[in-house]
């Protein structure tokens, strides 16, 4: 994007941005970096990758800490940006402390946040055990908007930066055999949506990413692999998603929906009546073995 053209965008978004001295004195020195939850694979590598490419220092955070090392010695290899590491679970008590540490050790603050860290469950919900439904639940809604409102206000008080949650185009329409994952991201679309609403004209970015089906292991690890969606609807690439994404994510876009059709589906998820899509979707959803339920 021409300079000229930047500029003009982010006299735009900051234009009922004022500037507070006394608060932006605190971040006099240090470094932005892009935090990215869910970091160590799939679309929040790629989005890591983007972001990195671009110039933006970047922090990944992720439970296991040899897929986190590959995925920053890979992104270092790429690029020239600073690439930090951070082993945490987002849903323990002190997560958001465990970043802010690494980030003060690092001279930096986040000035993006990338909320990819998600889990699915596949099958009636009758049969999820409790503790993964409420896994499920601290990691891709609780943990996400706990991120979200800690980080956002200092990003308001300097106009600048902003967030991207990965949400799914399952987002937009009940999803029988995996109630709770399409929940969770009806959650985060709406979530998104709103707060970029309340935060237009502050210089923050609110936007959400809203893939279809996407060739990761996601699907495999919670049970779904053979479901029939796996079949009938082609996947995209973690790459490609994340292009489309990071695009969004630079012109502001409050919600990206990928590829040639999925933005009709989204549409069409959203005005046809739910006694039509709803049964379509459980039965595209509809597990055909006995696999693994979560991821």
Request: hydrophobic share 50%; aromatic share 6%.
């Amino acid at each position: 994007m021409a300079n000229p053209m930047h500029a003009l965008l982010q006299a735009w978004r900051r234009r009922w941005w004022q500037p507070d001295p006394a608060a932006l004195e605190a971040f006099a020195g240090l470094t932005p970096m892009t935090v990215v939850t869910g970091g160590s694979e799939g679309i929040g590598l790629e989005l890591a990758r983007r972001f990195a490419a671009a110039g933006h220092d970047v922090m990944l955070v992720a439970r296991r800490a040899e897929p986190l090392r590959q995925a920053a010695h890979g992104l270092r290899a790429e690029s020239k940006a600073t690439v930090v590491v951070v082993p945490a679970d987002v849903t323990a008590p002190d997560a958001i402390a465990t970043i802010e540490a690494a980030l003060a050790a690092h001279g930096a603050y986040a000035d993006v946040l990338v909320n990819s860290a998600g889990m699915g469950l596949s099958g009636p919900f009758h049969a999820h055990p409790p503790d993964d439904v409420v896994r499920l639940i601290d990691l891709n809604v609780r943990a996400l908007s706990l991120l979200t409102r800690h980080f956002l206000p200092g990003m308001r008080q300097r106009g600048r930066g902003g967030i991207l949650n990965v949400a799914s185009l399952g987002g937009y329409a009940p999803g029988p055999n995996q109630a709770a994952y399409y929940a969770s991201k009806a959650y985060v679309l709406s979530l998104t949506e709103a707060v970029a609403a309340e935060t237009a004209g502050e210089g923050v970015r609110v936007c959400a990413l809203a893939p279809g089906p996407v060739n990761t292991a996601f699907h495999a690890r919670m049970g779904a692999e053979k479901a029939f969606y796996r079949l009938l609807v082609p996947p995209a690439s973690a790459q490609s998603v994340a292009r489309a994404g990071y695009r969004g994510f630079v012109l502001g876009l409050r919600v990206t929906v990928p590829g040639l059709f999925n933005p009709l589906l989204a549409l069409a998820m959203r005005i046809m009546p739910h006694r039509i899509v709803i049964p379509i979707i459980g039965w595209l959803l509809r597990p055909r073995e006995d696999e693994r339920r979560n991821v």
